[in-house]
T-cell receptor
Framework: SQQGEEDPQALSIQEGENATMNCSYKTSINNLQWYRQNSGRGLVHLILIRSNEREKHSGRLRVTLDTSKKSSSLLITASRAADTASYFCATDAGGYSTLTFGKGTMLLVSP | NAGVTQTPKFQVLKTGQSMTLQCAQDMNHNSMYWYRQDPGMGLRLIYYSASEGTTDKGEVPNGYNVSRLNKREFSLRLESAAPSQTSVYFC????????????FGSGTRLTVV
């Protein structure tokens, strides 16, 4: 069962623009993570935000978490063609649970 | 550091054949996982191993078995492959099941005909 659901399913922007992807989930979480997957490759961990954090930054990435709305957003600023990939949110419900992934957002950044 | 290594990268099986997907990590991670990825379905957990000597079922375990051979290696076996098992399989590991990011292998693309 999918815990996280990303929105939109696909996003197409120009280089230099910002890209925003959203993730909604259903149950309480310990942390939420974002991953990137380039075509035909494995997933790469981007950033982790814990349930007691509201915002986190890493380079051009900004993640927010609203536990009251059970939602998170990933902002990529000043997008580059190399950012073209699928982006997945994954939730960790804590305890002895495992990561549950959403279906992903496909981002296309055109030069 | 190789990270997580999966073999083979590609495989074609006939229905009913068996095979084992291999996964090894060199990061001294405790927990290891097998996921499958199908178009439009995201990643779904097949089996995981919280530590050496333990394995547990995930969301879609039917038709699969696993072995945590040692701390480094976690294999996935298909005893009698079916076309529904055509998928991309990913192995992942993390140092601590509670709160860490996962490191993924590059995947095995399996086709069952």
């Amino acid at each position: 069962s999918q815990q996280g659901e990303e929105d939109p399913q696909a996003l197409s922007i120009q280089e230099g623009e910002n890209a925003t992807m959203n993730c909604s989930y259903k149950t309480s979480i310990n942390n939420l993570q974002w991953y990137r997957q380039n075509s035909g490759r494995g997933l790469v961990h981007l950033i982790l935000i814990r349930s007691n954090e509201r915002e986190k930054h890493s380079g051009r990435l900004r993640v927010t978490l609203d536990t009251s709305k059970k939602s998170s957003s990933l902002l990529i600023t000043a997008s580059r063609a190399a950012d073209t990939a699928s982006y997945f949110c994954a939730t960790d419900a804590g305890g002895y649970s495992t990561l549950t992934f959403g279906k992903g957002t496909m981002l296309l950044v055109s030069p | 550091n190789a990270g997580v290594t999966q073999t083979p990268k590609f495989q074609v099986l006939k229905t009913g054949q068996s095979m084992t997907l291999q996964c090894a990590q060199d990061m001294n991670h405790n927990s290891m996982y097998w996921y499958r990825q199908d178009p439009g379905m995201g990643l779904r957990l097949i089996y995981y191993s919280a530590s050496e000597g333990t394995t547990d079922k995930g969301e879609v375990p039917n038709g699969y078995n696993v072995s945590r051979l040692n701390k480094r290696e976690f294999s996935l076996r298909l005893e009698s492959a079916a076309p529904s098992q055509t998928s991309v399989y990913f192995c992942a590991s993390t140092t601590d099941r509670a709160g860490g990011g996962y490191t993924f292998g590059s995947g095995t693309r399996l086709t069952v005909v």
